[in-house]
């Protein structure tokens, strides 16, 4: 199930998306971190909140686990074909013309998210064709 804005207000309880980075510029800094590689103070990133959906956070769900050992986890996976279709018909476009994002900020969200998503795909293709 995929939970959209509208899903997210009805929910009634705060909920972090990748929208909420966008939104708030003091989250840039934290998740340009994560996309290094260098420490995060996720307690900072999720001040405020009490749930998280989509990416970023779903990309680091394991670090969230360890770093919140009791906090309750639900990652869903889909068909990568699926997947492939929606970020090509979505978050990739966007990704592509970033250097042409005339606003610093927003850019730099989607520099942050090409490093995430594009960069680091190693990590989420090879595990998965290494075990097949």
Known sequence: MVIGQHDRKLLMIPCH????????P???PNWQAAADGQQVDWDEVFAG???AVDWPTAHYWR?????????????????????W???????KKILKIR???PDAYPRSVTDMANKIIL??????????ISAT
């Open 119 to 128: 960069l680091r795909q190693d990590e989420l293709v090879a595990p998965r």
């Open 99 to 101: 250097s042409t994002i």
């Open 85 to 91: 279709e929606s970020f090509s018909g979505t978050i």
């Open 26 to 28: 003091a989250q840039l």
């Open 63 to 83: 670090e969230l686990a360890a770093f919140y050992p009791d906090a309750e986890i639900l990652l869903s996976v889909r068909p990568a074909g699926r997947w």
């Open 17 to 24: 998306h990748m929208e909420d980075v966008f939104a708030n």
């Open 49 to 51: 909140y009490n749930t």
